[in-house]
């Protein structure tokens, strides 16, 4: 049974998760990235008509670990990290969108219709976390940060390339969520953030060592929907490992690691 199994102690981001998932579905015939074949997909993805996005995957280190990371530019700009609100507590350049606005770049998405309601599932689950922390029906959400271009183009990345990969089975480890606090639209809120925190229900989670956000709403989103269950890495034969690196630096290296290879019975 081919298996991915997605490692979560550093987190879940849809970048990291990205980038990881490049290096196993264009991974050479000794199961090493192919950096050729990593372009080639980021160039076609780049024309697959989410407005103003353009991705570039870039080979990186963290702490000795070779393994991807990926850039997202939104408008020629990459997106960082949220600067200081002002005093009504949003951003100036942020663009607020609601479910039916995303609905509406999806379904113009030069894509998979399977894949199309993945990133539409996903979305979904994002919708009623955050719905149910601001007291609104799911409809009524206008995103923040998980509603941007780049979180759009995260999560449709992650479909798509989950559909190329196509596992049998996908496990992933209980998630880290780090501990703290983190700046966002709306000020200063604990980690995890109160729509991770809804998300990650009925999912085995842990804050860990490292103080700061390790898991965002979008990576225990996609974690949430793609994971048929949570369990330390099985006994499996690996064919392929793939490294997803994050921005942020912390005491231990910032990366997602997805092993995929056959499960095997001793």
């Known amino acids: 049974m081919k298996t991915l199994y997605i490692d979560c102690g550093m ?8 980038a990881a998932l490049l290096e196993i579905a264009c991974r050479t015939e000794s199961g090493r990235p192919d950096r050729e074949a990593i372009e080639k997909f980021a160039s076609g993805f780049n024309k697959i008509g989410i407005p103003g996005v353009g991705m570039k995957a870039v080979q990186s280190e963290k702490m000795g670990i070779t393994g991807t990371h990926v850039h997202i530019y939104v408008n020629g700009e990459e997106e960082h990290e949220p600067e200081v609100p ?3 507590g949003h951003h100036h350049h942020h663009v607020h969108r609601s479910m ?36 609104k029906p799911a409809g009524e959400v206008h995103f923040h ?45 604990p980690v995890p953030a109160p729509a991770t925190a809804l998300i990650l229900r009925g999912v085995p ?8 956000e390790l898991c965002t709403p979008t990576g225990a989103a996609l974690v949430k ?3 048929q269950k ?18 942020k630096d912390f ?13 095997v019975d001793l």
């Open 11 to 18: 987190g879940a981001a849809g970048d990291m998760l990205t």
């Open 86 to 88: 002002h005093e009504h």
């Open 100 to 135: 039916k606005d995303i609905e509406e770049i999806i379904s113009g998405l030069a894509i998979d219709d399977a894949v199309k309601e993945d990133v539409l599932n996903v979305y979904r689950i994002i919708a009623e976390a955050e719905g149910a922390v601001h007291g």
């Open 145 to 189: 940060e998980v509603g941007t271009m780049d979180a759009v183009a995260d999560v449709t990345a992650v479909c798509m390339l989950m559909r190329e990969i196509a596992p049998e089975e996908i496990i992933a480890s209980p998630v880290a969520t780090g501990y703290g606090s983190v700046r966002c639209a709306h000020g200063v809120l």
């Open 205 to 212: 989670a842990y804050a860990g060592d490292i103080q700061g």
């Open 225 to 227: 929907y793609f994971a």
């Open 230 to 247: 949570y369990s330390q890495m099985p006994v499996m034969s690996t064919e392929a490992i793939g490294y997803g690196l994050g921005t």
């Open 251 to 263: 005491a231990k290296a910032n990366v997602i690691r997805i092993f995929y290879g056959s499960k």
